[in-house]
C-alpha cells in the first residue's frame, strides 16, 4: 500500500526515471535533460534542498519572492516513486491567488489510479495533526478536470474563480476544505 514519506534516497532512482518519463516538479517549469541531469548528478545535494527548502523563490516573471515554508512529501510504494504533494503553512499573497496551500502532481505512468486523490486525503490528514490551519485553500486551473474531481473528491468547497498570476486567458477554480 502506497505511503506519505520524507523524500529519501530509497525511491531517487524511480524518482530520477519519472522526470525522464515526464514527471515535472513544477507546472510552470518543465523539466529539462540539464535540470534532470543536476538532480542525477547529486541526488545527496538535491535531497538536502528539500528538507532545507531557500527562503525565497524566483517567480515566473523574473522577479525574486518570499517562499512560503513548506511539507514536501513522496509517495511511494517501496522503492518505486509515484508522486509527491506539498502543503504550505501560510500563503504568501500568490498563493492565496493561485496554488492555495496544497500542490501535487503523479507520475505519468501512475495516473489514472486513483493516487492523487488517495495523496490528498493522506495529506489533508497530515496537516490536521501537525499545522494550526483550521481550512486549507487549493486552487485547480480550468484545464485541469482531474485536478478539479481530486480536490470535489477530497470535500473541496467551491470558492470563486479566478486569474492565473502568470499566463494569460487560464482561469481557476478556488476551493477550501475545512479541516475540523
Ligand atoms: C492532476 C493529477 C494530479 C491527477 O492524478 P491522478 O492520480 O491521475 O488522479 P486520480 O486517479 O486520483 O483521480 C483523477 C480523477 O479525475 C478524473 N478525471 C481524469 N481525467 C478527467 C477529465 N479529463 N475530465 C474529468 N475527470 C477526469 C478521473 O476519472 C478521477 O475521478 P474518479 O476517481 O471519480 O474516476 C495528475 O494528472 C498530474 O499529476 N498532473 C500534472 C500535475 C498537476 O496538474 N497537478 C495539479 C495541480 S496542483
Same mark, same amino acid.
Given at each position: 500500500?502506497?505511503?506519505?514519506?520524507?523524500?529519501?534516497?530509497?525511491?531517487? #532512482?524511480?524518482?530520477?526515471?519519472?522526470?525522464?518519463?515526464?514527471?515535472?516538479?513544477? &507546472?510552470?517549469?518543465?523539466?529539462?535533460?540539464?535540470?534532470?541531469?543536476?538532480?542525477?548528478?547529486?541526488?545527496?545535494?538535491?535531497?538536502?534542498?528539500?528538507?532545507?527548502?531557500? &527562503? &525565497?523563490?524566483?517567480?515566473?516573471?523574473? &522577479?525574486?519572492?518570499? =517562499?512560503?515554508?513548506?511539507?514536501?512529501?513522496?509517495?511511494?510504494?517501496?522503492?518505486?516513486?509515484?508522486?509527491?504533494?506539498?502543503? =504550505?503553512?501560510? /500563503?504568501?499573497?500568490?498563493?492565496?491567488?493561485?496554488?492555495?496551500?496544497?500542490?501535487?502532481?503523479? =507520475?505519468?505512468? #501512475?495516473?489514472?489510479?486513483?493516487?492523487?486523490?488517495? +495523496?490528498?486525503?493522506? +495529506? /489533508?490528514?497530515?496537516?490536521?495533526?501537525?499545522?494550526?490551519?483550521?481550512?486549507?485553500?487549493?486552487?485547480?486551473?480550468?484545464?485541469?478536470?482531474?485536478?478539479?474531481?481530486?480536490?470535489?473528491?477530497?470535500?473541496?468547497?467551491?470558492?470563486?474563480?479566478?486569474?492565473?498570476?502568470?499566463?494569460?486567458?487560464?482561469?481557476? $477554480? $478556488?476551493?477550501?476544505?475545512?479541516?475540523?
Amino acid at each position: 500500500m502506497p505511503q506519505l514519506v520524507r523524500p529519501d534516497m530509497a525511491q531517487m #532512482a524511480s524518482f530520477i526515471d519519472a522526470l525522464h518519463e515526464g514527471y515535472s516538479r513544477d &507546472t510552470l517549469r518543465e523539466e529539462t535533460p540539464e535540470t534532470i541531469a543536476a538532480i542525477a548528478d547529486a541526488p545527496q545535494w538535491y535531497l538536502r534542498s528539500l528538507h532545507n527548502p531557500p &527562503t &525565497t523563490i524566483v517567480l515566473p516573471d523574473g &522577479t525574486l519572492g518570499p =517562499r512560503a515554508p513548506e511539507t514536501h512529501l513522496w509517495y511511494v510504494e517501496g522503492d518505486e516513486f509515484l508522486g509527491s504533494i506539498s502543503a =504550505r503553512h501560510s /500563503l504568501t499573497p500568490v498563493l492565496e491567488q493561485w496554488g492555495g496551500h496544497i500542490g501535487y502532481a503523479v =507520475r505519468p505512468s #501512475a495516473q489514472g489510479r486513483g493516487y492523487a486523490s488517495a +495523496m490528498l486525503a493522506l +495529506m /489533508l490528514d497530515h496537516v490536521r495533526e501537525h499545522l494550526p490551519l483550521d481550512r486549507v485553500t487549493l486552487t485547480a486551473s480550468l484545464k485541469n478536470p482531474a485536478s478539479i474531481r481530486v480536490i470535489e473528491k477530497n470535500g473541496g468547497v467551491f470558492r470563486d474563480e479566478v486569474d492565473h498570476p502568470w499566463v494569460p486567458g487560464d482561469r481557476g $477554480r $478556488r476551493y477550501w476544505i475545512a479541516l475540523c
